[in-house]
């Protein structure tokens, strides 16, 4: 006799979450909420960057006093090392001496990346910069802030429609030596697939687009958590699990290999 087959456990149920509908007066009280979710969150990072900047500027000359500081603390970021893997890059970031971050007053999730540097046999800037400036839209000009400072232009941001990224250029000492010429960043066959090869870090300077975000890397993770990315103590906790998953093998393969050991600086 052929059994009766049953549906598992908690099918109903999933079936009905996922059959769930709003009505128009539920759908505009969750929009609303989002919004003052939105708001709050906005607000708290604003306060935050206000209270977070004497802590950097005590913090500046510390790190700036400990030798390739920002080199090591950079390079210990998974994305940003990917992007520098030429070793002419490394060799030039060595030079690096300082790195800020200048938020804009009025519109802080914009910033201007500041990167400093000791004289080198590489290019005569001592600064090199890079800006992501806040394009208002044309309904700005007439809005008025709030008692937060806030206006709708704000709470409508949008990082890809209302950011242009700048650029300079970049005074090599040799030009048939300068890295974005050696190793330039390639295009992609497709333009929407953003670029095939990223080249010399340094295009990230001399070209107006990130496609690769190295900008909000540096300013949202690198900088504010710089003395823990020098440690070798911040970073991708994925890749990390499967570091120790990959371990975890070796060891069951060869009881007697030593396990490795993650170096800190």
Same mark, same amino acid.
């Given at each position: ?6 549906? %598992? ?57 400990? +030798?390739?500081?920002? $080199? ?12 520098? !893997?030429?070793?002419?890059?490394? @060799? ?8 800020? @971050?200048?938020?804009?007053? @009025? ?19 001592? @600064?090199?910069?890079? *800006? ?12 008025? $802030?709030? &008692?937060? /400072? ?25 030009? &048939? ?9 390639? $295009? ?8 095939? +090869? !990223? ?6 300077? *001399?070209?107006?687009? #990130?496609?690769? /975000?190295?900008?909000?890397?540096? !300013? ?11 440690? /070798?103590? &911040? /970073? #991708?906790?994925?890749?990390? %699990?499967? #570091? ?9 393969? #060869? ?11």
């Amino acid at each position: 006799m052929a059994g009766t087959k049953r549906a %598992s456990p908690g099918a109903d149920k999933q079936k009905t979450l996922l059959s769930a509908e709003l009505n128009d007066a539920e759908a505009k009280k969750l929009t609303e909420i989002r919004a003052d979710l939105h708001r709050a969150e906005l607000i708290l990072e604003r306060n935050a960057q206000i209270m977070l900047i004497p802590v950097y500027e005590k913090r500046r000359p510390i790190v700036k006093a400990i +030798e390739n500081f920002w $080199p090591v603390a950079l390079l210990n970021h998974t994305m940003f090392a990917f992007h520098v !893997s030429h070793n002419a890059d490394q @060799v030039a970031l060595t030079y690096l001496e300082d790195l800020w @971050v200048q938020r804009d007053p @009025v519109e802080p999730r914009c910033f201007t990346v500041e990167f400093h540097f000791k004289e080198n046999p590489h290019f005569s800037n001592t @600064v090199l910069t890079k *800006e992501y400036k806040w394009v208002a839209p044309p309904a700005a000009a007439d809005e008025k $802030p709030d &008692a937060d /400072g806030l206006t709708e232009s704000m709470l409508d941001f949008s990082w890809d429609r209302d950011v242009k990224p700048s650029s300079m250029k970049i005074d090599w000492k040799d030009p &048939a030596k300068a890295l974005t010429k050696l190793y330039p960043r390639e $295009p992609a066959e497709d333009a929407d697939e953003g670029p095939a +090869e !990223s080249g010399s870090f340094f295009n990230y300077f *001399e070209i107006e687009e #990130d496609p690769y /975000g190295l900008g909000l890397n540096i !300013s949202n993770e690198v900088f504010p958590e710089a003395i823990d990315y020098f440690l /070798g103590e &911040a /970073g #991708d906790d994925e890749m990390d %699990s499967d #570091d120790e998953e990959d371990e975890d093998d070796a060891d069951e393969i #060869d009881l007697e290999q030593p396990k490795s050991k993650k170096q800190k600086v």
